[in-house]
């Protein structure tokens, strides 16, 4: 049943086919005859990136000032929905001032490997804390009558080759970590939109792909708004129709319209299929417009200058300071006591020029943001500062490194700021190694020989390796902490605020102990989730694997203790309903306010194939003065004790017992209980897949294929035997002198309409999404730039089809 039918019988085939396309890259169509109104998006996730007019999608040009929160690398380390959900009202705040009605976020992929360009936009290597993050964002933003997109639907886990990689991974894995994370925003949260991935995912593009868009989000999970192509991620206009996907964003002049008519009209696409996209897309923009309105009625005084900035920049800063983790406080030295620590030197590039956002399509204007200087001297703190290091490696960190080593007495305290450049993590391409830059190390090592008193504070969207860590007394991570970043440091190096963020993710000692470090980011073709469940804590703790800081772990200036474990039944017959309740007591044994987050993990005991040591099912932000204690009530249901059966294509709760674990990390249980479940279903064992029970070593292809129960085809060889596509990049065409020149010719356009120069830091991520995506997707992009006929003339010149290309030329030409 269509919800505007009436409006639909009215339309034109064309019409409604237009209205399924985007009018240019923020608004959808608008009909006014039909009284059919536009709405706007803009990119998120940790602030408004709201573009008036046509400009990019990528990050490079300037945007509308807003406020730039923490991001979602930071805000997952709180472990706090309320907080989260905070944000986002305050996020959704903004875009209903600037008549915004969608807002691109959040992003809920897992971390499957610490090199992911993108990871800083996303919430873990674990999907129940990602999915409890990303509901809560989403409940925030859409209280203040805004859409949330909630992305990259799915397997969309590296930026190398994102727009044509096949995602290949067992249909276990793919239901237990990948889309599991999603499951929870989209029941829980109701997202008004979803936004597909770029990449394949077992052979179909995700803008295509039946099983992803229909099968599962709609029908599994009852999914009923509107699914969004990611920006130009449009593959088959005709098949994502069938598939269940809605709109195509940006506006692509029509690209694939006339194909879309001909389909309908020799039957080969259901017109009803097209009637209910469309149905969809209506539903979204008078219920989004309908929404603004009721709130308008609410907040009366709303516009562009009502936005209270400093309450906003208070809030990213309260979020920051909730969200940092301690990860290392030896002998007490933090928090700093402004009487005692006089001779403080303040070292490093970025305590200057702070790196608190990340770079590409999220990347925010803000209205004001705060260094690490900025803050010590609004309290009036007396500082030497030395820069230390040059943040984009030239050749001159050797010479700042001499004059600030030069000048540090014993006696001397060093608050140390490093982390990534902008040019190591971004959008668009994924880090080469897990390292600091080199000259980073070599300062570090350098001032560890004139004083022991060395607090690092850390920048940077995801894990790096941290050689000198034994040698240094204390170790913030900021991650990437948003415009509030330097009041948020000040906060906790005084103890004005408490530490007691927890690692989302496992830090390891160095990136060959990922378990995927041997080929992820090496296939490009066909990318072969080989570790199968075992990401990040699920694997290192399997086979009790030294890490540097685990998962869940982070330190408080405070201390906490555990006790009285209780559950009120441990056996659970096959008719009765699974609901296990359990109580605990944390109490604050210190001598100062703090939160802690206590964690509960499930093990599964008498299983090996594909078992994790223990999974994370529940977690609780406890906040206490001194000796307060607190008795936390939780109910762990079926959900938290089920897993994925592939010869039932669905989640069952298997026969056994099953360990309750809690504790403070994943590293830290501090007691649990044992619970027997009887249902009728048995886990199914394959001894003779040595890795996928005991993942003590690299998985190989042959590991993989034996698992999958079918062959994985090879990399491709290039095109010696084959003609190019449309679905090609320039990347791989790059193979001829005339290819070459047309590669730079561009490149040059690229520069122009971007603004961007080989100099600018965003520079290399745009390098590498114009090389790396493939022509079909360029010209959906920019079809001003590169219209349709002149993207099919390169195909033809890369495969020496010089006449083929000359006619679509000319056709260019006359349109």
């Not at 109104?37 to 602030?47: K, Y």
Request: net charge negative; proline share 4%.
């Amino acid at each position: 049943m269509l919800k505007h039918e009436e409006i639909i019988r009215k339309m034109t085939l064309e019409e409604k086919i237009r209205i399924t396309s985007g009018k240019d890259y923020w608004r959808t169509k608008e009909f006014p005859h039909l009284g059919i109104p536009s709405i706007t998006m803009c990119d998120g996730p940790h602030g408004l990136r709201h573009q008036e007019e046509f400009m990019d999608h990528l990050g490079v040009n300037e945007s509308n000032n807003s406020t730039c929160f923490p991001l979602a690398c930071l805000t997952a380390a709180s472990f706090d929905e309320e907080l989260v959900f905070e944000m986002g009202k305050a996020i959704g705040y903004e875009a209903l001032a600037e008549n915004v009605q969608i807002v691109l976020g959040p992003g809920a992929n897992i971390k499957r490997n610490p090199l992911c360009g993108r990871n800083f936009e996303y919430f873990s290597e674990d999907p129940f804390l990602a999915g409890k993050m990303a509901t809560g964002w989403i409940k925030g933003i859409q209280s203040m009558a805004i859409s949330a997109s909630l992305k990259h639907f799915a397997l969309n886990n590296q930026e190398n080759y994102r727009m044509k990689s096949n995602s290949i991974v067992d249909e276990k894995t793919k239901h237990e970590i990948y889309l599991k994370t999603f499951e929870e925003p989209i029941k829980a949260g109701n997202p008004g939109t979803v936004m597909c991935s770029y990449n394949l995912i077992d052979g179909i593009y995700a803008s295509d792909n039946k099983m992803l868009l229909r099968e599962i989000l709609r029908e599994k999970w009852g999914y009923e708004g509107v699914i969004v192509t990611d920006w130009g991620a449009m593959n088959d206009r005709v098949e994502s129709f069938k598939a269940g996907l809605d709109l195509e964003m940006p506006g692509s002049e029509g690209y694939f319209d006339a194909d879309l008519a001909s389909a309908i009209e020799n039957g080969s696409l259901d017109e009803s299929l097209l009637d209910e996209s469309v149905d969809r897309i209506l539903e979204l923009v008078f219920t989004s417009l309908r929404k603004r309105n009721e709130k308008l009625s609410e907040i009366r005084e709303l516009g562009k200058g009502s936005v209270d900035i400093e309450k906003h920049h208070t809030l990213a800063r309260k979020i920051a300071g909730e969200s940092a983790v301690l990860l290392k406080n030896e002998a007490g030295i933090l928090p700093l006591n402004l009487g005692q620590n006089k001779n403080i030197k303040i070292i490093g590039s970025l305590a200057k020029y702070p790196r608190y956002q990340g770079a590409g399509s999220s990347h925010i204007n803000p209205y004001k943001f705060s260094s690490m200087l900025d803050a010590f001297d609004q309290h009036h703190v007396e500082y030497d500062y030395f820069e230390g290091y040059d943040l984009i490696e030239k050749s001159n960190s050797q010479v700042l490194i001499k004059e600030a080593t030069s000048k540090i007495q014993e006696d001397d305290l060093v608050v140390l700021a490093l982390g990534l450049p902008d040019e190591y993590e971004s959008e668009g391409f994924d880090r080469d190694h897990m390292k600091l830059p080199e000259a980073q190390n070599r300062l570090v090592e350098e001032l560890v020989n004139k004083t022991e008193h060395i607090i690092v504070v850390l920048f940077g969207g995801a894990p790096v390796e941290l050689p000198w860590i034994d040698k240094v007394k204390a170790l913030l991570n900021m991650y990437l902490p948003g415009q509030a970043g330097g009041d948020a440091v000040y906060d906790i190096l005084f103890g004005a605020v408490n530490p007691s963020g927890k690692l989302p993710e496992t830090y390891p000692i160095r990136y060959e102990d990922c378990i995927s470090s041997s080929y992820y980011g090496i296939q490009r073709a066909n990318v072969e989730y080989r570790e199968g469940i075992y990401v990040g804590y699920r694997y290192y703790d399997k086979i009790n694997k030294e890490v540097r800081f685990s998962f869940g772990f982070g330190l408080s200036y405070t201390t906490f203790e555990l006790s009285d474990l209780r559950i009120d039944k441990t056996t659970f017959g096959i008719e009765e309903e699974l609901k296990v309740k359990l109580s605990f007591i944390v109490k604050n044994t210190g001598l100062v306010f703090g939160k802690e987050v206590a964690q509960v993990y499930i093990r599964p005991l008498n299983r090996t194939y594909m078992t994790a040591d223990k999974s994370l099912k529940g977690f609780s932000k406890i906040a206490m003065e001194p000796e307060e204690e607190k008795t936390i009530n939780m109910v762990l249901g079926w959900d938290a004790f089920a897993s994925y059966d592939v010869e039932k294509h669905d989640f069952v709760v298997s026969d056994g017992e099953y360990e309750i674990l809690i504790g403070t990390s994943s590293r830290n249980i501090v007691f649990s209980k044992t619970v027997a479940i009887t249902t009728g279903n048995t886990y199914r064992e394959h001894p003779e897949l040595e890795f996928y029970n005991c993942p003590d070593r690299v998985p190989t292809k042959d590991d993989f294929e034996a698992m999958l129960g079918r062959q994985v085809e090879s990399e491709e060889s290039g095109k010696s035997n084959s003609k190019f596509t449309l679905n090609d990049t320039l990347a791989e065409m790059n193979i001829s002198f005339r290819m070459h020149m047309i590669v730079k010719i561009i490149n040059h356009m690229l520069k122009k309409s971007t603004k961007v120069s080989e100099e600018d830091k965003e520079y290399k991520g745009t390098q590498s999404m114009l090389m790396e995506t493939p022509i079909r997707r360029l010209t959906l992009l920019s079809p001003d730039q590169l219209p349709k006929n002149l993207g099919e003339a390169i195909v033809h010149i890369a495969n020496r089809e010089y006449g083929r290309a000359i006619r679509k030329l000319m056709k260019n030409l006359k349109q």
